[in-house]
């Protein structure tokens, strides 16, 4: 009875202990500017893995030796992962900035000017060469408080939702 208590207690220590990869993305049809605005979450760490892998070099998100280069790498690596379709028609995305919050970083993103999203089509690979297990979790928006929502991964990248 013993070795159960000890294996369950093991399984349980594994299971918390366990890193588990993870960004959330939330994409946002705004009528008034008619675009697509995108807030998407990362943690800083993981991104500071795959950002040195992409750039071989070591990155430090929270202290750059020079943040204008840092702020180049990340709009690189953001823009090359993320890909949006509203209608069956690309958009171009523009990095607009981010900011730290605890553990994870939010950065924010606009497309170009779009017609009202019928559906949208979204390609998340952020991480996915870094971590095996990564998941990117999308959630849609559109006229709505409701999302619709996408949970994409390695073989299952791409997503699209009809309205």
């Given at each position: ?62 202290n750059p ?84 929502s996408l ?13």
């Amino acid at each position: 009875m013993q070795h159960l208590y000890i294996s369950v207690i093991s399984w349980a220590l594994m299971a918390v202990l366990h890193p588990f990869f993870i960004s959330l993305t939330e994409v946002r049809f705004n009528p008034s500017s008619k675009k697509m605005e995108i807030a998407q979450k990362i943690f800083w760490d993981d991104l500071e893995v795959a950002l040195g892998e992409n750039f071989n070099e070591k990155v430090d998100f929270l202290n750059p030796r020079d943040k204008a280069k840092l702020d180049r790498q990340v709009k690189e690596y953001l823009l090359k992962h993320n890909q949006i379709w509203v209608n069956s028609k690309p958009l171009t995305l523009t990095l607009l900035g981010y900011e730290v919050e605890e553990d994870a970083a939010w950065f924010y993103l606009e497309s170009s000017a779009t017609e009202v999203p019928k559906s949208v089509e979204v390609q998340n690979t952020i991480l996915l060469d870094d971590f095996d297990g990564q998941q990117n979790i999308v959630h849609v928006y559109n006229q709505s408080k409701s999302p619709r929502s996408l949970l994409l991964s390695e073989g299952n990248e791409k997503g699209k939702i009809e309205f």
